[in-house]
């Protein structure tokens, strides 16, 4: 019989299956910190549990490693993993170095069948979702690698930030996802705050609702286009989620949220999305959602893109990334411009690809034309859909 994998539990989870071998839930909280705060593998190290115990887990039960393909490090110090979760897939991992902070950037699911136009990982196509213990167990191997290479004394995390914004829509793998959450967020495991735990979104939109009544974290949206014609160019699942409900299911997600923003991802693509029209059109979507009088409480993320054969697509210019951002700004909207980090090793922003065997013949999906931007009889891009308004 194939052991259990015990990176796949919460704590919850654990003392439902430790219960089951007539262990008290006292016992599964030993075993969740040995597992998590101190990176233990070995059931023989984890002193502390009753010889009984330690023998009924070795023989039955494990905390595998992640298989490590390869590892590798950018000349800013961002490291980047690709780990074989079997099948012919592989994913990527990406730890990012900041001063204050270290932030690690994980993947939901082998491949994403989103298919945004200016994603890497999107071209790839999908192959399925990873389990709870695929999503933990980058976690628990990035942790413990950077401990032992950066030297930290027994308690000090080298991560102090989690980002769901590599492979795969999280979202789309919903039952996996939050499992995972409540192991980073337990005071017993990694014990992170709600507010540096972020999961990003293109916009699945009841399961934002839920994920605001399971476990609310910081939530990021990849909002990329002001008007609904667009965003059903660049972001496919607009057309089963318009921006009207997009913004209505944030405004309902802050009611429970960590933070009294919702932080909107914003890919910058010449001529496509980054006029000083579009950003006028990005005021006028956020002050037109939310309550009368208030609009959308938001952070703008001005994301360059990093540019894959594929996507047809271009990054916009550095002068023409600031002029969109004193847009905003002018308008008392907090925005940042995202440095890129890690292009060098391709672990920036849209360049997680991996390996995926692709079974949602992708190429068949995704358009390979030109974007269409519809304009109105003024020159201007329009908010409406082709055959909604005036083109």
Known sequence: MKPVNLLGFDRAGLIAHCGQMGEKPFRATQLFRWIHQKGATDFAAMTDLAASLRSRLEAGAAVPAMTVLSEQTASDGTVKWL??????????????????????????????????????????GFSRNLSTAEIVGQLHHAEFALR??????????????????GMGEPLQNYAALVP???????????????????????????????????????????????????????????????????????????????????????????????????AEELLALVRSAGKPGRGLPCKFNLIPFNPFPASGLKRSSPERVRAFAEVLQGAHIVTTIRRTRGDDIAAACGQLAGEVQDRTHVERRLPHAPIHIVRNTSGTPANSRPGEGVA
């Open 83 to 124: 780990f074989d979760v079997g099948g012919g897939d592989a994913i990527e991992t990406v730890f990012i170095p900041e001063s204050d902070r270290g932030t690690l950037c994980i993947s939901s699911q082998a491949g994403c069948a989103v298919g945004c136009r200016f994603c890497s990982t999107g071209h790839q």
């Open 148 to 165: 032992r290479r950066l030297g930290l004394a027994a308690g000090n995390r080298a991560i102090s930030n989690v980002v769901m914004m």
């Open 180 to 278: 995972a959450l409540h192991v980073m967020l337990d005071d017993h495991g990694y014990g992170l705050s709600r507010r540096r735990v972020t999961v990003s979104t293109s916009g699945v939109v009841p399961m934002i609702d839920r994920l605001g009544d399971d476990c609310p974290v910081a939530l990021a949206v990849s909002l990329h286009a002001p008007n609904d014609a667009l965003r059903d160019e660049l972001v496919p699942l607009n057309r089963k989620y318009p921006l009207a409900e997009l913004l209505a299911a944030c405004e309902r997600y802050l009611e429970r949220a960590p933070r009294d923003f919702i932080t909107f991802e914003y890919c910058m693509l010449d001529g496509v999305n980054d006029t000083a029209v579009h």
